[in-house]
């Protein structure tokens, strides 16, 4: 047998070095039969398959939740939470609800939990720990004091630098106190907000700072000697919204995202927020 000609063996030898690096590059992928579908209803990658887990602090407030109860479907962030997640394509009886104290629906680390709803405020110091969904909830935060007392005579922030204020313990209500009227003495700094509710009936503080709606529900139905004595206006230009809190790096995120905002377009989110927190209107503001 004679050798190949020289060209010939050339040829075969790049032929087969062709084969070679197209057998080792990187092939495109194969379309996922997820592509594009990772918000399919009912088929995301929750923590329990077939289900939807949302988690919220205990006890649940009212104007947020009805009967201490964030299961029943009554207070806004009850219907809130059940809207997205039909949105999501999970019925009623496809919601486990979960106990997860506030300052730890924030705090680093993996979550047990499939979104946290819990008047939790969207702050980029929040995010290095989090992800947020939209906000479902523009808010402002207001001052509840005794009536009758001199934190309820203070037209102005000015005015309150001078009493006792409280507040719950890493809220955006406290940030407000120590940020906006930086009062002449530290705050003081409760748990729960039946804790600071307690002060401001035992005298242990002039007032308290919470959410507007709260305010309202406080001095409605809670402490019924109390009055609002006014809101602060918004800090910087983007208004303070609650958003759903899901862990960080979420392949959850967009979805639920986009589904808030579906709810804000369609305008469901403003029929809850008219049902459930109608008695939250105008307070006088304080500048």
Known sequence: MHPAPRALRRAAVAVVLLAAAVSCAPQPEEPSSSAGSTCEKGELATRTSGK????????????????????????????????VAGRLGYAKDKVAWQTVPFNKAFAPGEKTFDFDINQVSISEERKKAVD??????????????????????????????????????????????????????????????????????????????????????ITGAEVTDATIVGQFEQQGGTPEQFGLVLDKGSA????????????????????????????????????
């Open 52 to 83: 939807l887990t949302i988690a919220t602090d205990e006890p649940a407030y009212e104007p947020w939740f009805k009967d201490g109860k964030p299961a029943n479907g009554k207070g806004f962030e009850s219907a809130v939470a059940y809207a």
């Open 132 to 217: 947020f969904s939209s906000g479902y909830y523009d808010v402002r935060q207001a001052v509840v004091a005794l009536k009758g007392s001199k934190a309820a005579k203070a037209k102005s922030i000015a005015e309150l630098k001078g009493v006792k204020l409280g507040a719950q313990v890493g809220t955006t209500s406290l940030d407000y106190i120590d940020d906006v009227v930086r009062p002449a003495q530290p705050a003081a700094v409760y748990g729960k907000n039946d804790q600071a509710k307690s002060a401001l009936k035992n005298g242990q503080v002039d007032a308290i700072v919470v959410d507007l709606p709260t305010a309202f529900y």
């Open 252 to 287: 959850l995120t967009s979805c639920v995202s986009r589904a808030v905002d579906t709810l804000r377009e369609d305008g469901t989110l403003a029929k809850i927020e008219q049902q459930w927190l109608s008695d939250a209107v105008d307070a006088p503001v304080l500048k």
